[in-house]
C-alpha cells in the first residue's frame, strides 16, 4: 500500500463523539461506565469511511429525533459536514431485549449471584452482537465501519434510549 493510501486509510476514523445531551440522561454507574467506556475505546481503536468520500478524521454527533438516529459527520480535514439518518424501528426488538438483560446481568453482579453472570452475560453479549451486525448492514451503503466500532456504537445508540 502506498503512503498516501495508508495515511488516507488511517485518517478515516472517528477522532471525537458527542451525544445530544436532550436526548442523554444520566442513569446509574452501571449505565454511565457503559457509556464512558465505549467511547473511550471508540476513540482509541475505530474504522469510520463515508460512502461520500468526505476525509477524516471525523467528529461524529448522535441523537435520536422521532425514532430516527441522525450521525451528524464532520470532516476535522476541510470541514464538510453531513448527516446520515437511519430509522430505528429495525432495532427496537433488540434494545428492548438488550436493556432486559442487561438489567439482569447488574443486578446478578450487584447481588454477588456470580454464576448467573456468565450466563447473563453470554446472552447481553450475544444481542450485542446482533445489534451491532444489523447496524453495519443498515449503514453499508451510508458509512463503512467494522465490527467493533459497530459494537460501540451500538452501545451509545442504547445510552441515547435512555430518557427520563
Known amino acids: 500500500m502506498a503512503e498516501r493510501d495508508r495515511i488516507a486509510a488511517a485518517d478515516q476514523r472517528i477522532a471525537a463523539i458527542t451525544l ?86 447488574y443486578q446478578a453482579v450487584h447481588s454477588g449471584r456470580l454464576g448467573q453472570v456468565e450466563a447473563i452475560d453470554m446472552g447481553r453479549r450475544g444481542l450485542h452482537d446482533e445489534g451491532s451486525q444489523l447496524l453495519m448492514e443498515r449503514l453499508a451503503d451510508k458509512v463503512l465501519i467494522d465490527h467493533a466500532t459497530a459494537r460501540r456504537l451500538f452501545t451509545l445508540i442504547c445510552v441515547l434510549h435512555l430518557r427520563g
Do not use: Q, W
Open 20 to 105: 445530544d445531551e436532550h436526548t442523554v440522561v444520566r442513569r446509574n454507574a452501571d449505565i454511565e461506565h457503559e457509556r464512558t467506556m465505549a467511547i473511550t475505546d471508540l476513540l482509541k481503536d475505530n474504522s469510520f469511511a463515508p460512502a461520500s468520500g468526505h476525509r477524516g478524521p471525523f467528529h461524529v454527533h448522535l441523537a435520536i429525533e422521532e425514532n430516527r438516529l441522525n450521525l451528524g459527520i464532520c470532516s476535522t480535514a476541510d470541514s464538510s459536514h453531513e448527516v446520515i439518518v437511519l430509522p430505528l424501528a429495525p432495532f427496537r426488538r433488540i434494545v428492548k431485549d438488550y436493556f432486559i438483560v442487561c438489567e439482569s446481568y
